[in-house]
């Protein structure tokens, strides 16, 4: 089975945590893309752990994790997260994490080229990209420009460091037009030192791994960071990541572009929550807004921004599932709506009058106002709830309608950020 996990909405939905429960059923969990701007946080009962790079499978003793060619690697970043982790009592060894050797590096310089552009932007225009300033935008540049470096070349340092004077000289041009003091290669060959040569023993041709264990049966499962509308391709451009986001793409950025997906889910939050900028239809703002950031506990697990929220976008939802080609649906933190006594929904949008109901392209998106229905909520606790037969009817009603609204069957329905607070719905 070749299971892809991704997000419906504009990320944070918790798949980290959804990720963390079914990966009990899997032997192999991969991340495809995206890099150290990703925050999955999960909770289990060796206690409450934030991951970046790593795939949400490292928590579990007996899966293998895989880190594809589609990520960017921050090498610092990734030897502290492992660090974290080892003092958290999680083992890391080559057996259970392997890298592939066609990963790219995101190096300290990537790192400098986000904030100096973000600051640009932000003294130029007034508007910044929201970027989570970790070089990913930078380093998916280099890997298109075919100048970047890859995991791959932490196994054969002497022509590692051939190719990096030339690299540093074309990379200090944009570094200096931007008034900033140029790198120097001496810097970044003791940067492969410290943080390149303690990986290398990860890396491997994760496309090889992963054929074998298909053929030999195994359940492989790919996470996806973020979400269908932070999509580089089909999300709301610019405010986007960098990279796909997509399930369509999880075959292709793990490593195995041979192999066929067998099903997609795709993990929805019961509300909408956004982090960054860029246009966000449904919402929220002032009390209103404070009320749901505060039940929703919505503050970035990267960065700690709080996260712009609104009510359930039925418009961005269904391009969602339709963009992740999703099968079935997990839907996340319904114990949030708990304190409503009516529970709003953005069931459209509107322009100069006219109804939209299908994700437009982002410049008319700005434009767009949203519409919002009200229902019924069930003003009562639901984080004990294991059952269907223990939720409220007004609960049910909700999850009903929403599987309606978006043409979706929802699977399972989470009530809680820990490992068994979740419904099975079928
Ligand atoms: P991800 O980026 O999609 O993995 O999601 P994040 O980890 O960034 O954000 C989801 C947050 O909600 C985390 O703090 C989770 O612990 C928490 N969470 C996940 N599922 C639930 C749920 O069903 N209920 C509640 N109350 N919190 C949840
Ligand atoms: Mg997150």
Known sequence: ?????????????????????????????????????AGHTVINERGRFILNLLPSGILREDVVNVMGPGMV?????LCGEIEKLREGGIKISPANLKISDKAI?????????????ED????????????????????????YMKKAFRMGELLNTELLYKRLPDIIAWKNMTIKAYGFEPVKVEEMVEYFETYGKPLAEYVTDTGIYLNEAN?????????????????????????????????????????????KLTNSIGIMKAYSSCVGAGPFTCE???????KLRGLGGEYGAATGRPRRVGPFDVVASRY???????????????????????????????????????????????????????????????????????????????????????????????????????????
């Open 284 to 290: 929220y703002f002032d009390e209103k807004a404070e």
């Open 320 to 426: 969602g599932i339709r963009c992740q080609g999703a099968d079935e649906i997990a839907l996340t933190k319904l114990d949030v709506l708990s304190e409503y006594e009516e529970i709003e929904i953005c069931t459209h949008y509107t322009l100069d009058g006219k109804i939209i109901d299908e994700f437009p392209f982002t410049d008319v998106l700005d434009e767009c106002k949203p519409v919002f229905e009200k229902v019924k909520g069930w003003n009562c606790d639901i984080s004990k709830c294991r059952t269907v037969k223990d939720l409220p009817k007004e609960a049910y009603d909700y999850i009903k309608l929403l599987e309606k609204l978006c043409n979706c069957k929802i699977k399972y329905v989470s009530v809680g950020a820990e490992r068994d607070a979740y419904i099975k719905m079928y």
């Open 105 to 117: 590096i995101t190096m300290p310089y990537n790192v400098l080229q986000d904030i100096m552009e």
């Open 73 to 77: 690697i921050d090498l610092k970043h």
């Open 120 to 143: 640009r932007l932000t003294k130029a225009t007034g508007k910044p990209y929201g970027s989570t300033r970790r070089g990913i935008a930078p380093v998916y540049a280099d890997k």
């Open 1 to 37: 089975m070749l299971t892809s996990i991704c997000g419906i909405n504009w990320g944070d939905e918790g798949k980290g945590r959804m990720v963390d429960l079914l990966s009990r059923d899997f032997d192999v969990v991969c991340r495809y893309q995206g890099g150290n701007n």
């Open 215 to 259: 053929k030999n049966g195994k359940n492989i499962m790919f996470e996806a960071q973020l979400g269908a509308l932070r999509d580089i391709d089909y999300g709301i451009v610019p405010y986007t990541s960098s990279s796909s986001t997509i399930a369509a793409y999880a075959p292709i950025g793990a490593g195995v572009p041979n192999l």
